[in-house]
Nanobody, 124 residues
Framework: QVHLVESGGGSVQAGGSLSLSCAVTGNTNIVMGWFRQAPGKEREGITSIRPDGSILYASSIKGRFSIATDIAKNTVYLQMNSLKPEDTAMYYC????????????????????WGQGTQVTVSD
């Protein structure tokens, strides 16, 4: 019911910035999230946003990343600044059809729809 396609990943040097995009089709009555997973590590939640604009950020991000939406373009963005080598990972957007009382979550188990991922590599 929801299709997600990430783009915008690439290779950057430490201190640089990238903006990731997630194009959404299908059911747009959804909660959106951004996640990342590095080799050998668990999938880590970054941020989440509801249609009403409510946003949740993981404390580990420390203000370097931000989420935004463009309703007209049906696109969710992840702006990443001051990138560090430890940010190197596959980045995924995720969606879950919203339900009564649902709220933002950075838990991967809260989402049933996932994009294919886009690789971000940060070098010294």
């Amino acid at each position: 019911q929801v299709h997600l396609v990430e783009s915008g990943g690439g290779s950057v040097q430490a201190g640089g910035s990238l903006s990731l995009s997630c194009a959404v089709t299908g059911n747009t009555n959804i909660v959106m999230g951004w996640f990342r997973q590095a080799p050998g590590k668990e999938r880590e939640g970054i941020t989440s946003i509801r249609p009403d604009g409510s946003i949740l950020y993981a404390s580990s991000i420390k203000g370097r990343f931000s989420i935004a939406t463009d309703i007209a373009k049906n696109t969710v963005y992840l702006q990443m600044n001051s990138l560090k080598p430890e940010d190197t990972a596959m980045y995924y957007c995720a969606a879950e059809i919203i339900s009564l009382g649902s709220y933002c979550s950075t838990a991967a188990t809260a989402y049933n729809y996932w994009g294919q991922g886009t690789q971000v590599t940060v070098s010294d």
